[in-house]
């Protein structure tokens, strides 16, 4: 019945007051957990778990006991993995985690915020100290349907954050500025903040900011813009230079954010979760300067804004000499249905189906064959799930870990 009310136009609107009124009891049941915390929020498209995760990771280091709420995982000390496929939890399960974080003695909560969550009003009765803005793209349009809806959506955080934190190379910051009560900007092309002197490669990030080197040990350009937003939270948390220098570069990974898998194969893999137009955007350029051939394994979640599945595939086909369909979360969605949409795009790329564009519904497969067709200093790019412990079919979930997979397959060679 469900699934029938939600194919109605307004069918999220709809139900607004129904998630009002849950936030409002969850707050009152667990007595309004946050409110003697210091909350940081990260909210945007892209970035948001390894930001959190870069702050949270320093700010322990510097001895402030933090708690972490993501996609990944939530804790104190000790993480628990987050095995629902959900950032924001919902109102009555964010409320009790936090109460327990609180218990841990935490005094600082980092908390990667959606869109869906501000829409629903999750963090209703959550305090929100400083506010962090990464970047906005094309996603979530099956549930926004426009996107203004979801860039205002992102809006409701900066105008309750005492302070908001925002990347001024991304435009969604001209309209966050008119609504935060006191802002400060990074970026690499403007900004007050600015990243200089930056250096790429496969082991991290290094630039200076001020007096500042930085050093992160997570690839990609995208996470200079991540750690940037680390390194000013940092700074409006009373951090020293070398605590901040300390925490960002001690940070190894996160998990499922650009992971190099290496079990002696001889050639690389990399899985991440990358999964919206723009993120696989990053990750290919990334990689821009890898010599050897790059072979793609990626799939599309069903009951998702379909718009973008030709606009991936066409990403894959453009950026990759091998592209391989294959499953994702296609929930109550036709599989054979969503490969098309990708397949699709590739072939506007000049893919060949058989040649060099393959369609392998079962993901354990299609990673294995993706080792297969992969030949010495070649690159196996694995995206779309990232940390994810399960996949969910029509029937339920099943477990599924892309990292644990490719590690199996990979001993096998």
């Known amino acids: 019945m469900k699934k029938l009310l939600e194919k109605l136009p307004f069918y999220n609107q709809m139900v607004l007051p129904y998630h009002y009124a849950r936030a409002v009891t969850a707050s009152l049941k667990y007595q309004r957990p946050a409110k003697n915390l210091k909350v940081i929020a990260i909210t945007g498209t892209n970035g948001k778990t390894t930001t959190c995760f870069m702050i949270w990771h320093m700010l322990n280091q510097a001895g402030i006991k933090t708690?972490?709420?993501?996609?990944?995982?939530?804790?104190?000390?000790?993480?628990?993995?987050?095995?629902?496929?959900?950032?924001?939890?919902d109102a009555m399960t964010l409320n009790h985690r936090i109460a327990k974080i609180k218990n841990q003695g935490a005094k600082v909560l980092v908390l990667e915020v959606t869109s869906h969550a501000l829409a629903e009003y999750r963090t209703l009765g959550v305090p929100i100290d400083i506010a962090v803005f990464t970047n906005l793209t094309h996603e979530h349009l099956d549930y926004h349907k426009t996107l203004t809806n979801y860039r205002n959506a992102k809006g409701k955080l900066f105008r309750r954050a005492k302070l908001s934190i925002l990347n001024a190379d991304d435009k969604a910051t001209a309209y966050f500025k008119t609504l935060a009560k006191k802002y400060i900007t990074y970026g690499i092309k403007s900004g007050e903040n600015r990243a200089k002197s930056i250096k790429l490669s496969v082991s991290g990030v290094k630039y200076s900011l001020g007096d500042i080197n930085i050093e992160a040990s997570i690839p990609g350009e995208f996470n200079v813009y991540n750690s940037l937003a680390a390194v000013l939270v940092g700074k409006e948390m009373g951090l020293t230079?070398?605590?901040?220098?300390t925490g960002l570069k001690s940070l190894e990974a996160?998990?499922?954010r650009m992971n190099i898998i290496d079990e002696g194969q001889p050639f690389s893999v990399i899985v991440d979760y990358a999964h919206a137009p723009d993120a696989l955007e990053k990750v290919f350029d990334s990689v821009k300067d890898h010599k050897g051939k790059i072979i793609s394994v990626h799939g599309g979640a069903g009951r998702r804004d379909p718009s973008t599945r030709p606009i991936r595939g066409a990403i894959l086909g453009k950026y990759s000499d091998i592209v391989i369909i294959t499953e994702d979360d296609s929930r109550d969605e036709d599989p054979e249905k969503i490969a098309a949409g990708f397949i699709q795009g590739a072939e506007k790329h000049g893919k060949i189906l058989g040649k060099d564009l393959f369609k392998e519904l079962d993901r354990k497969k299609a990673i294995k064959l993706a080792f297969e067709k992969a030949k010495k200093g070649d690159l196996v790019l694995i995206l779309g799930k990232g940390h994810e412990k399960t996949i969910l079919r029509a029937d339920g979930p099943h477990p599924f870990e892309d990292i644990k997979v490719a590690k199996e397959l990979l001993r096998k060679i």
Do not use: F, R, Y
Not at 241 to 245: G, L
């Open 67 to 89: 708690g972490l709420m993501t996609t990944v995982a939530w804790g104190v000390d000790k993480l628990k993995d987050e095995l629902g496929h959900m950032t924001t939890v």
């Open 241 to 245: 230079n070398e605590q901040i220098i």
């Open 254 to 256: 996160v998990e499922g």
